[in-house]
């Protein structure tokens, strides 16, 4: 059974710095492209980032650009997303997804992430 | 702004039929058979419903079907249940910066 679990979310500043992580289970995590989707309160979805399955490729919504990174190790079939340079409109729930270019036929239950001083 | 728009709200009857629309332009929807379809219940992960653009995955009802014309795509839901009661979003791969959108949402209320 596929699963993906998050971990990692919180209370943060403005201006702070958290780390998303999402462990993978249930798959060959490495054959995968793997995306960041997120949902702020009461608000639609919103693509942020994904990855290639080796870490060659990464892309970024041009809102998180030069703030956040993307990044995974296959070793420890694990996903993560460095957010630095924090804002209130970062607010959202984070959900891991397997997969790219809208395809996503597996989730993660989600991560809160509140800015907020 | 959604760069993909959707009706905010559609409702229906059990075991109607209705259908969401979700439209683009040339750069996402009209241009590319890379159109999803997610269905979120409150405090829920989105479920995958449809993909490129009239795909099922396993185990999805075939009440769920979707199509696309031109730059607009749509979902319909026939038969409709009281557990389709949901928020329904179309998303697709766009060749802008962006590379993926999603729409805004559509609110399904079955009456």
């Known amino acids: 059974e596929v699963q993906l679990v998050e971990s990692g979310g919180g209370l943060v500043q403005p201006g702070g710095s958290l780390r998303l992580s999402c462990a993978a289970s249930g798959f060959t995590f490495s054959s995968y492209w793997m995306s960041w989707v997120r949902q702020a309160p009461g608000k639609g979805l919103e693509w942020v980032a994904n990855?290639?399955?080796?870490?060659?490729?990464?892309y970024y919504v041009d809102s998180v650009k030069g703030r956040f990174t993307i990044s995974r190790d296959n070793a420890k079939n694990s996903l993560y997303l460095q957010m630095n340079s924090l804002r209130a409109e970062d607010t959202a729930v984070y959900y891991c997804?397997?997969?790219?270019?809208?395809?996503?036929?597996?989730w993660g239950q989600g991560t809160l992430v509140t800015v907020s001083s | 702004q959604s760069a993909l728009t959707q009706p905010a709200s559609v409702s229906g009857s059990p075991g109607q039929s209705i259908t969401i629309s979700c439209t683009g332009t040339?750069?996402?929807?009209?241009?590319?058979?890379?159109v999803s379809w997610y269905q979120q219940h409150p405090g829920k992960a989105p479920k995958l419903m449809i993909y490129?653009?009239?795909n099922r995955p396993s185990g999805v009802s075939n009440r769920f079907s979707g199509s696309k014309s031109g730059n607009t795509a749509s979902l319909t839901i026939s038969g409709l249940q009281a557990e389709d009661e949901a928020d329904y979003y179309c998303?697709?791969?766009?060749?802008?910066?962006?590379?993926?959108?999603f729409g805004g949402g559509t609110k399904l209320t079955v009456l």
């Open positions: 490129d653009v009239s």
């Open positions: 998303s697709s791969y766009t060749s802008s910066s962006t590379l993926e959108v």
């Open positions: 990855i290639k399955q080796d870490g060659s490729e990464k």
């Open positions: 997804a397997r997969g790219r270019s809208g395809y996503y036929p597996y």
């Open positions: 040339s750069s996402d929807v009209g241009g590319y058979n890379y």
